[in-house]
C-alpha cells in the first residue's frame, strides 16, 4: 500500500470513479498493488453485474429448509418437555431451581418492604463506598438513595423489585461461571486454547441472539431468561479474570515460587491478589451485562422493568416506557457506581481495613436493614404507598404529541425530525438496499469474500462466504440485505460522528472531561433504553432504529478514537510539533497514522455494537430480521425466530471478519 | 563466622565441610532438543551466534563449574545476555537446568523431588528481585513475614519476627505502608527483609539494586556489607555494576556468553585480567583501591629489612601511600613479625599507573597478558 490509508478509504476512492481515466501517477501506484486490483476488480464485478442483472435472488435451487425441522423440534419439545430424561434429570433442575431462588429473592425484598430495601441498597452503596462520612461513602450511599426514592415515586417500585430479583439470581451466578471459567483461562493454557475463541465469537453476537435458543429448551419465562443472562455476562468476568491472573507482575510471582510457595499458596496469596482488581473491573461488566439482558428479556417472558417497556414500545406509548427507563437508568448509574467505588477502594491504601472494623460495619449494614424493616411493618408501610406516586405518564405523551406536531415537519428550511426520518430512509438506506438487493448474490458473496480476505486472509474470507451462503441457504437473502442497508448506514454515520467526536476529544482537553462521564455513563445502559427518546422523536421505523443504534454505539467510537490519538508516542507528537507541523499537519501525518489500528479497532467495535442495536430496532419498526426475531417470540413461531436469529448471527460474524484489524495490522505492515 | 546456630539445626544431612553450592558442568541451552547441546563436543567451541545458527539454540549457561564457599560473598558480573541470572535460577531449580550437577551442602539439588525443592526455598536459600517483587496488597509487614507464611508459620509469631527484620533494615515505622507508598530504595529494603526473614542459609541477590539511584545504591550496598559483617551469611550476588562487584565480592566470578570468562578475587581480577575483555573491563578501576601491598612489594634489601614503618599484607595501596607519604621511607610488609619485602614511591606509583603488571609473585595467568 502506497499510504497507510485505512481499510474503509480504499473502499470509497474506486467506488466513485469508475472507469473514469486517471493520472498515470496513480494508476502506476495502483497497478503496483495487486490489493487495491482484487478490491477494484471485485467491486466493477459487482456494480456492473448489479446493472446487468437488476436482480439479486438467491436462487430457490440453493435454498435448504430449516423452518421445517425446526418447527418439529419445537414442536418435540413442547411435546416432551415433562417427560424426556434430559428434561427430568438436569434441565428441569436448573429451571426449577432458578425459578424459585429468583421468587426467593423477590419474596426477600417484598417482606423486607420498601422502607428496608432502601435502606439496605443505601447501607451498601455506603458500605462499598468504604463506609464512613468521608465523600465517597456519601456520595455512592446518596445516589443509591435517590435511585430507589425516584424508582417509588415512578410507581416503578414492584416491577424494579421483580428485575432486580432476576437480577441478583443472574449476578451470582454469572459471576460464578466467569469466575471458574476464567481460572480455566488464566492457569490452563490448554483451557485458554479452547475458551478464548469461544469468548470472541460471544462478544461479536448480538444479545438479541442469545435468547432464541433458550426459549426453545425452557419455553417463554424466567429459566429461559436466567439461562440466555448467565451465558451473556459470564465471560467478561471470566475474561478479565483470566487477563489478570496472566498479566500478573512475573517478579512478584517468581519471589512467591523462590519462597517455595506451593501452586495452591501461590494462587492464594499472589496470583488471586494480583489480578484483584482486574477481576472487580469484569464483576462490574458483567453486572450491566446482566441488567442489559434481564431487561432485554423481558421479550421471552421475564418479569420486571423491562416488561413495562416492551409493553409500552410496542403500542408506541412514550409516557409509560419513560418511567420504567428512567428506573433502569438509575439502578444502572447505582450498580455502575457502588461496584466502581467498591473496586477504587482496593487501590486505596488508606482504606487499609482490619478484619475487626469491616465485621462492624458489615453489622451496621445487616442491622440497619433489619430495623429498617421491622419499623416499615410496625408503621403498615410495606408497599409503596399509592398516594406517593407522581405519574409522569400524561404529561410525557402530551410532549411527545407537541413534539410530534410541532417539530415533526413543516418547519422551514430544516423540515423537522419526521421529515428528516423519511427523507434518510428514502434517500439513504432505500437506494442502498434496493443496490444491494439488486447486486446478484455471487457477486456479494465475491466483493464479501475479498473484503474479508484482505483483512484477514484465506480463513476470514471462507468464514465470511459461508456466513453468507447459510444466510441465503435459509432463504433471507432479501431480508439479510434489508438488515445490512441498515447496518451499514447506521455504520457510517457512526463512525462519520465518532471520528470527529474522538478526534476532536483528543486535541481539546476540556472537551475530554466533558464527555468522559457522560460516555461512562453511556457505555452501562441497557440496549433497550436507546430506543425510547428515538420513538418519542421520530416516531419508530427504520431512521430511529439506525439513529438508537448510532448514539448506542457512538460511545465506544469515540472512546477508543480518543484514547488511541491520545496514547501515541508522545514524543513522535513532540518531533513533529518542533519541526514546524500545523495542527492539520500533526492530525494527518503523526496522530491518525500512529493511531491506526486503534481506530480500526472502532470501526470492528462499532460494527458489533451497531448490528446489535439495528436487529433489536425491529421491534419499533426497523423491519427486516428484526422483526421476523420478535415476531417469532412473541408467536412462538421459533421456526421463523430461529432462522432469522442465525441470520442474524451470520451478519454478525461476516461483519466482524471483514472489520477485524487482524493479519495486517497485527503485522504491523501497511 | 561460617554458620549461625539455627542454620546448623536445619542442617541434619548435609556435609559441614560441602561448600555452599558446588556447581559443574552446569548448561542450561534454550531451544528445540537442547538436551542435545551440551553433550556434543562439536558445540564446545562455538560462539553463541554460530550455535544459534548450527542447532537454532541459544546456550544461556555454558559449562560452568565453581563452587561457592560457606560465609563468603560471591559475585556473579556480567554484561546484560551473560546467562548469569539465569544461572542463580537454576541454583534452586526456578530455572530447570539442561546438564551438569548442583550441590547444596553436599546435597544433590537436581536429585530432589518437589517437596525436598519446595523445602529447600522455604528454609535454605531466599532470594532478593531487581525488580523487588513485592505484592501491592499487602502492608510492608505482611510482606515481609510472606515467607515464613508460606512456612507455614502462625499469624502472631510471623508478624513479631517480621517486626525484628523491619527494624533491623531500618524501616521502623513503615510497617502499615503499602509498597506503592515506598521510594524504590525502601522498597529493596522490603525484599531484603522478606529474604532475611526466613533466615536462609544462602541469600541470592538478581541485580538486586540495578534499578536503584546511584547514592541510594551506595547505601544498599553499605547495607549488605554491614549484615554480612553481622551475620556472615553466604551470598550470591549477580550484578552488572563491577564497582559492585568489587565492592561486595570476596570471589568474582565474570562471565561472557554463559562461560565463566575469569574467577577470582577483585584484585587477582584488576591486577591480573585473564583476557582483553577483561582488562577492557578493569580498565578505569581506580587499582590502589583494590590492589594490596602484597602484589605491589618488591623484595627487601639488607639494608631495608628491619628498618621503617610495618604494614599487613593486605593493606591496600591507597593506605600505604599515605604510610609511605609520611614517613617519607620505604614501608615494610610484614607478616607474623617476618618482612615479606617493601614498598617506596616507585612500587606504589607503578601500582596507580597501571604498569606493575609482570611481576614474577604473580600467578600462571599472567603469560597471556601482553
Known amino acids: 500500500m502506497s499510504t497507510t490509508t485505512p481499510a474503509l478509504d480504499k473502499a470509497d476512492t474506486p467506488g466513485t470513479t469508475p472507469g473514469v481515466p486517471q493520472a498515470p501517477g496513480p494508476l502506476a501506484r495502483l497497478a503496483a498493488n495487486p490489493k487495491a486490483l482484487l478490491l477494484i476488480a471485485a467491486l466493477l464485478l459487482a456494480v456492473v453485474s448489479a446493472v446487468v442483472s437488476g436482480s439479486g435472488v438467491w436462487p430457490e435451487g440453493l435454498t435448504f429448509d430449516l423452518r421445517t425441522p425446526l418447527t418439529e423440534l419445537n414442536q418435540w419439545l413442547v411435546e416432551n418437555r415433562e417427560s424426556h430424561w434430559i428434561f427430568l434429570y438436569f434441565l428441569l433442575h436448573i429451571s426449577n431451581t432458578a425459578e424459585s431462588s429468583v421468587d426467593l429473592v423477590v419474596t426477600l425484598l417484598e417482606s423486607l418492604g420498601f422502607i428496608g430495601v432502601t435502606v439496605l441498597a443505601v447501607l451498601l452503596a455506603w458500605y462499598a463506598g468504604g463506609a464512613g462520612l468521608h465523600r465517597r461513602a456519601l456520595r455512592t450511599a446518596g445516589t443509591a438513595l435517590v435511585t430507589f426514592l425516584v424508582i417509588g415515586l415512578l410507581g416503578m417500585w414492584e416491577p424494579a423489585m421483580e428485575t432486580l430479583g432476576l437480577m441478583v439470581i443472574c449476578v451470582i451466578a454469572s459471576a460464578l461461571v466467569g469466575l471458574v471459567l476464567g481460572l480455566v483461562a488464566g492457569l490452563s493454557d490448554r483451557g485458554e486454547r479452547v475458551l478464548r475463541p469461544v469468548f470472541d465469537t460471544m462478544q461479536v453476537l448480538p444479545a438479541f441472539s442469545y435468547l432464541l435458543p433458550f426459549v426453545l429448551i425452557f419455553d417463554v419465562g424466567v429459566p429461559a431468561a436466567f439461562a ?403 415476531k417469532g417470540l412473541a408467536k412462538g413461531d421459533l421456526g421463523l425466530g430461529m432462522t432469522a436469529g442465525i441470520a442474524i448471527v451470520c451478519l454478525g460474524i461476516l461483519l466482524d471478519r471483514v472489520s477485524q484489524p487482524g493479519a495486517e495490522a497485527k503485522r504491523g505492515v501497511s | 563466622m561460617t554458620e549461625t546456630t539455627s542454620n546448623s539445626t536445619k542442617q541434619t544431612s548435609a556435609d559441614p565441610a560441602a561448600p555452599a553450592f558446588a556447581v559443574r558442568d552446569l548448561w542450561k541451552v534454550f531451544g528445540p532438543k537442547a538436551d542435545r547441546v551440551p553433550g556434543d563436543p562439536a558445540h564446545k567451541d562455538l560462539t553463541t551466534a554460530e550455535l544459534r545458527e548450527k542447532t537454532g539454540c541459544t546456550a544461556a549457561v555454558r559449562d560452568v563449574s565453581f563452587d561457592v564457599q560457606r560465609g563468603e560473598v560471591f559475585v556473579v558480573m556480567g554484561l546484560s545476555g551473560s546467562g548469569k541470572s539465569t544461572l542463580v535460577r537454576t541454583l534452586t531449580r526456578l530455572i530447570e537446568p539442561t546438564s551438569g550437577s548442583i550441590a547444596m551442602d553436599g546435597e544433590d539439588v537436581l536429585a530432589m523431588d518437589k517437596n525436598r525443592l519446595r523445602e529447600l526455598r522455604r528454609r535454605q536459600t531466599a532470594m532478593v528481585f531487581q525488580n523487588f517483587g513485592l505484592l501491592p496488597h499487602r502492608s510492608v509487614l505482611d510482606n515481609v513475614a510472606y515467607g515464613l507464611e508460606i512456612q507455614g508459620v502462625g499469624k502472631a509469631e510471623r508478624r513479631a519476627k517480621a517486626q525484628e527484620i523491619v527494624e533491623k533494615v531500618g524501616l521502623a515505622g513503615m510497617e502499615e505502608r503499602r509498597p506503592g507508598q515506598l521510594s524504590g530504595g525502601q522498597q529493596q529494603r522490603v525484599g531484603l527483609a522478606r529474604a532475611l526473614a526466613v533466615d536462609p542459609e544462602v541469600l541470592l541477590f538478581d541485580e538486586p539494586f540495578s534499578a536503584l539511584d546511584p547514592l541510594i545504591r551506595r547505601d544498599m550496598q553499605e547495607e549488605v556489607i554491614r549484615l554480612h559483617r553481622e551475620e556472615g551469611r553466604t551470598m550470591v550476588f549477580i550484578t552488572h555494576d563491577l564497582a559492585e562487584a568489587l565492592r561486595l565480592g570476596d570471589r568474582i566470578m565474570l562471565m561472557r556468553d554463559g562461560a565463566i570468562v575469569q574467577l577470582g578475587t577483585p584484585e587477582e581480577i584488576v591486577a591480573n585480567p585473564a583476557d582483553q575483555y577483561v582488562r577492557d573491563f578493569v580498565r578505569d578501576v581506580a587499582r590502589e583501591q583494590v590492589i594490596s601491598v602484597r602484589r605491589a612489594m618488591r623484595p627487601a634489601d639488607a639494608a631495608e629489612s628491619d628498618s621503617g614503618a610495618e604494614l599487613a599484607p593486605d593493606t591496600l595501596v591507597v593506605d600505604a601511600i599515605e604510610a609511605v607519604a609520611q614517613s617519607g621511607e620505604p614501608c615494610r610488609v610484614v607478616e607474623d613479625g617476618r618482612t615479606l619485602g617493601v614498598v617506596d614511591h616507585e612500587r606504589l606509583l607503578a601500582v596507580v599507573a597501571g604498569i606493575d603488571g609482570g611481576r614474577p609473585d604473580t600467578e600462571g595467568k599472567e603469560v597471556a597478558a601482553v
Request: hydrophobic content about 55%.
Open chain 1, 228 to 630: 440466555a443472562t448467565v451465558i451473556y455476562a459470564a465471560p467478561p468476568m471470566a475474561r478479565l479474570t483470566a487477563l489478570g491472573l496472566r498479566g500478573a507482575d512475573p517478579v512478584a510471582l517468581e519471589a512467591s515460587r523462590s519462597l517455595g510457595a506451593t501452586p495452591w499458596q501461590q494462587l492464594k496469596t499472589a496470583r488471586i491478589p494480583l489480578a484483584r482488581r482486574q477481576m472487580f473491573l469484569g464483576l462490574n461488566q458483567t453486572i450491566m451485562m446482566c441488567l442489559s439482558m434481564v431487561v432485554l428479556a423481558s421479550m421471552i417472558g421475564a418479569p420486571g422493568l423491562g416488561e413495562e417497556i416492551f409493553r409500552a414500545l410496542s403500542i408506541l406509548d412514550i409516557g409509560q416506557s419513560l418511567g420504567a427507563g428512567i428506573a433502569i437508568v438509575l439502578i444502572a448509574v447505582w450498580f455502575d457506581r457502588t461496584t466502581a467505588a467498591a473496586g477504587d477502594r482496593l487501590d486505596d491504601p488508606a482504606a487499609v481495613r482490619s478484619t475487626g472494623g469491616s465485621l462492624i460495619q458489615g453489622g451496621v449494614v445487616v442491622v440497619g436493614t433489619a430495623v429498617a424493616a421491622v419499623v416499615g411493618s410496625a408503621i403498615g408501610r410495606v408497599e409503596w404507598p399509592d398516594e406517593w406516586v407522581v405519574s409522569i405518564s400524561g404529561p410525557v405523551n402530551s410532549a411527545t404529541a407537541w413534539i410530534e406536531d410541532e417539530l415533526g415537519s413543516g418547519i422551514p428550511v430544516i423540515g423537522g425530525t419526521l421529515t428528516w426520518a423519511s427523507g434518510f430512509a428514502n434517500y439513504v438506506i432505500n437506494p442502498m438496499r434496493d443496490a444491494l438487493q439488486a447486486t446478484p448474490w455471487w457477486a456479494i458473496l465475491v466483493l464479501g469474500g475479498v473484503l474479508a480476505y484482505l483483512a484477514g486472509r484465506w480463513r476470514a474470507a471462507v468464514t465470511t462466504v459461508l456466513a453468507l451462503g447459510v444466510i441465503g441457504g435459509m432463504g433471507l437473502w432479501t431480508r439479510s440485505m434489508d438488515t445490512l442497508s441498515q447496518v451499514i448506514a447506521a455504520l457510517v454515520l457512526t463512525l462519520i460522528l465518532g471520528f470527529a467526536i474522538g478526534i476532536l476529544a483528543a486535541r481539546v482537553d476540556w472537551l475530554d472531561r466533558a464527555i468522559r462521564p457522560v460516555l461512562d455513563t453511556m457505555q452501562t445502559m441497557p440496549q433497550f433504553i436507546y430506543l425510547i427518546p428515538m420513538v418519542a422523536l421520530f416516531m419508530g421505523g427504520r431512521f430511529a432504529g439506525v439513529a438508537a443504534a448510532v448514539i448506542y454505539a457512538l460511545p465506544a467510537v469515540v472512546r477508543i478514537t480518543d484514547q488511541g490519538i491520545r496514547s501515541i508516542n508522545p514524543a513522535a507528537l513532540e518531533a513533529a510539533r518542533s519541526l514546524g507541523a500545523t495542527t492539520g499537519q500533526q492530525l494527518r501525518q503523526v496522530q491518525i497514522p500512529l493511531a491506526r489500528k486503534s481506530l480500526l479497532l472502532a470501526v470492528n467495535q462499532g460494527v458489533v455494537l451497531v448490528l446489535s442495536m439495528v436487529v433489536i430496532a425491529g421491534m419499533i419498526g426497523g423491519g427486516a430480521l428484526g422483526v421476523d426475531v420478535v
